[in-house]
């Protein structure tokens, strides 16, 4: 399975930005955002499930962004509202080839990762 995200770009505080990443070959398992700002590790945004009845989201994104998938498409896509400075990162997508119950960690599949700077 490879991965490409896609969508990200500079905007400003307050802009919406909405991430894609089409997965090449089939993938029946969950998907994830993850970022990674300058100085920082890797942290997790939000994952959703193959059926796309489960989500999960970091708590400093809930209420701001939206995952969704389109299974039809291999592609997920992440949906980022009322962004701030502090969501200035890296943003990589993931996939994995097995169930886990856990959607924040375990991915075994990334993408390359797209930036993404909000200027204040």
């Known amino acids: 399975v490879q991965l490409q995200a896609s969508g990200g770009g500079v905007v400003q505080t307050g802009d919406s930005l909405r991430l894609s990443c089409a997965a090449s070959?089939?993938?029946?398992?969950?998907m994830g955002w993850f970022r990674q700002a300058p100085g920082k590790e890797r942290e997790f945004v939000a994952a959703?499930?193959?059926?796309?009845?489960?989500?999960d989201y970091a708590d400093p994104v809930k209420g701001r962004f939206t995952i969704t998938r389109d299974n039809a498409k291999n592609t997920a896509y992440l949906q980022m509202n009322s962004l701030r400075p502090e969501d200035t990162a890296v943003y990589y997508c993931?996939?994995?080839?097995?169930?886990?119950?856990?959607?924040?960690?375990?991915?075994?599949?990334w993408g390359q990762g797209t930036q993404v700077t909000v200027s204040s």
């Open positions: 959703i499930s193959w059926s796309g009845q489960t989500t």
């Open positions: 070959g089939r993938t029946g398992y969950a």
């Open positions: 993931a996939t994995r080839n097995y169930y886990s119950g856990n959607l924040r960690d375990a991915y075994n599949y």
